[in-house]
């Protein structure tokens, strides 16, 4: 990797991996781009960065010709619960843009790396150790858009020789950005809600078991399977990987060690409940292990513990808030 290109780049993913990538390759060499415009008062930190619609085939060309861009980190998407309520612009965006870059890649010769997810996997899937290759069956449009990604990826690898790449991510917890329309995001709310209110409505069933990860073990998943030996990668577009499984009731439980007055209760939303248990609840990720040494760093105590840590920091709250409040 010597020019990268980052879509995305403002979303959960994307705004922390534009930053590490360009600690280990130089700022410069790592551009930025979303169809969002930069927030105000942080242009000098995105910078490099480009206005992109995916689904504008020119722009994207013209941007990977200006930079002689040769590896694309594409994770500009619709997730779950809002691309059940806007199927259309969910293909659209997952799928149409997807072509563009798989195109652009062929004709520039980029690698591709694209994330993606336990939504690939349906209700006839197998729940527990679900096997790397198994049953792909989804009911949502983000999961079929999805397997339909895996399958365009290995395509343009077996057909054009395009150096594919991806992992299917499970739910991802960050303390930098906000939650932003998955199914799994009840996990990054609840700390939120219990550092500043001591509470917090679950839209799942407290025993919905799934698989999730803390974001630097997904950064770090991501750059590891691009810098990995393409000869090692038998599974290139479709890696399992996982960190820890658990239900929103044991998450509580932990973050209650921090927060003694936190409390949890449950108003299910029967979407997501519904998306959630189409879902496995724990994946089999030793294949990645085998075949490019993929190992997660952080464990579920280990998370909450940075996640309370981290967020204290951010929302500039002191010790006695969340323990004495009521």
């Known amino acids: 990797m010597k020019k990268i290109l980052i879509t995305g780049a403002l979303g959960q993913i994307g705004s922390e991996l534009t930053g590490l990538l360009r600690k280990k390759y130089g700022k410069m ?3 930025a781009s979303d169809i969002k415009s930069i927030p105000v008062g942080k242009n000098n930190k995105l ?7 995916c689904l504008d085939d020119q722009a994207l060309c013209i941007i990977v010709k200006k930079y002689q861009i040769d590896t694309i980190f594409h994770l500009a998407a619709i997730l779950s619960a809002k691309g059940e309520n806007n199927h259309q612009l969910a293909w659209k965006i997952n799928i149409d843009g997807l072509i563009n870059i ?11 790396f694209t994330p993606s997810s336990i939504a690939a996997f349906g209700p006839s899937t197998p ?14 449009i983000y999961g079929i858009s999805k397997v339909a990604g895996e399958l365009l990826c290995e395509y343009y690898h077996q057909k054009y020789g395009v150096d594919t790449r991806g992992v299917r991510f499970p739910g991802i917890i960050s303390h930098v950005t906000l939650p932003g329309g998955g199914t799994t995001d009840y996990a990054v709310d609840i700390f939120y809600q219990s550092l500043l209110h001591n509470q917090y409505s679950c839209f799942l069933d407290k025993d919905t078991y799934l ?20 000869c090692k990668l038998i599974h290139r577009n479709a890696y399992n990987i996982t960190a820890f499984s658990f239900s929103p ?33 724990h994946l089999d990720d030793h294949t990645a292990r085998e075949d ?19 967020l204290k920091i951010k929302l500039n709250i002191k010790e006695s808030h969340t323990i004495l409040s009521a």
């Open 47 to 53: 910078e490099p960065f480009e206005n992109l619609d």
């Open 211 to 230: 698989d999730m990860m803390y974001m630097p073990d997904a950064l770090k998943a991501a750059i590891d399977i691009m810098e990995a030996d393409p």
């Open 29 to 31: 060499n790592v551009i």
């Open 102 to 112: 798989l195109q652009i890649a062929k004709e520039f010769k980029c690698s591709v």
């Open 249 to 281: 009731e044991e998450l509580a439980r932990e973050i209650k060690k921090h927060v003694p007055a936190f409390k949890i209760h449950y108003c299910i939303d029967p979407l997501r409940q519904a998306i959630a248990e189409s879902w496995p609840r």
């Open 127 to 140: 729940k527990d150790n679900t096997p790397q290759e198994t049953i792909q069956r989804p009911n949502t």
């Open 292 to 310: 490019w040494g993929w190992s997660p760093d952080y464990s579920l105590v280990k998370m909450v513990d940075d996640m309370i840590k981290k």
